[in-house]
């Protein structure tokens, strides 16, 4: 890859929307089984995962082709932005084998273990999600509005180039 298109809002929007969705969706699933709906926690968890999934492949898509956005906060809130991007991509990191294991214990019947380690993962998720959705509105929309783009119509939200 010869140089890096300059960065657009197309893909960290839909990200955190992935993201969000991600979220709201292992709530749901949590819920769910609380009420022993178990075939509902089984379909909504398996929406969390695809939807993550998603996310993921996005991600990579975009850090691969686009220019990555400079946090432009000073003062205190730049160690916590930074904290909060730091501890969300090791814990993204290191929740995904553990996210698979725990379907996979799921899909075998072993529920009990599947319990154990869900009781560890879950937390570590929704985290992650959240934090996503916090990113973006650091880096994209809780700025000064003198570093803001001029205009987000439709034509600026979709990629411009590779
Ligand atoms: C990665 C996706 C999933 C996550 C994060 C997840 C999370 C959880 C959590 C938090 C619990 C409750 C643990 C507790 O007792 O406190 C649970 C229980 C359970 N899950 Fe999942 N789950 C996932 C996918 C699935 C799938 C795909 C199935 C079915 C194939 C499934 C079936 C069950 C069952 C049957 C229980 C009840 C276990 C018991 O109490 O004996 N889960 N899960």
């Given at each position: 890859?010869?140089?890096?298109?300059p960065?657009?809002?197309?893909?960290?929007?839909?990200n955190?929307?992935?993201?969000?969705?991600?979220?709201?969706?292992?709530?749901?699933?949590?819920?769910?089984?609380?009420?022993?709906?178990?075939d509902?926690?089984?379909?909504?968890?398996?929406?969390?995962?695809?939807?993550?999934?998603?996310?993921?492949a996005?991600?990579?898509y975009y850090?691969?082709?686009?220019?990555?956005?400079?946090?432009?906060?000073?003062?205190?809130?730049?160690?916590v932005?930074?904290?909060?991007?730091?501890t969300?991509i090791?814990?993204?990191?290191?929740n995904?084998?553990?996210?698979l294991?725990t379907?996979?214990?799921?899909?075998?019947?072993?529920?009990a273990?599947h319990?154990?380690?869900?009781?560890?993962v879950?937390p570590?998720?929704?985290?992650?999600?959240?934090?996503g959705?916090?990113?973006?509105?650091?880096?994209?929309?809780?700025?000064?509005p003198?570093?803001?783009?001029?205009?987000?119509s439709?034509p600026?939200?979709?990629p411009?180039?590779?």
């Open positions: 890859m010869d140089s890096l298109a960065t657009n809002f197309f893909f960290p929007t839909v955190s929307i992935l993201n969000g969705s991600a979220g709201l969706l292992l709530i749901w699933g949590w819920w769910a089984i609380k009420q022993d709906r178990r509902l926690h089984k379909k909504v968890m398996l929406a969390a995962f695809g939807v993550s999934a998603a996310f993921l996005s991600y990579l850090h691969f082709h686009y220019a990555s956005v400079r946090y432009q906060g000073s003062g205190w809130i730049r160690p932005y930074f904290f909060i991007l730091i969300h090791i814990l993204a990191t290191a995904l084998p553990f996210i294991r379907v996979f214990l799921a899909f075998k019947g072993r529920y273990e319990a154990r380690l869900a009781r560890w879950w570590v998720w929704v985290y992650v999600s959240i934090t959705v916090l990113v973006y509105f650091m880096l994209y929309i809780w700025i000064d003198s570093l803001q783009q001029p205009s987000l439709i600026d939200l979709l411009k180039g590779t």
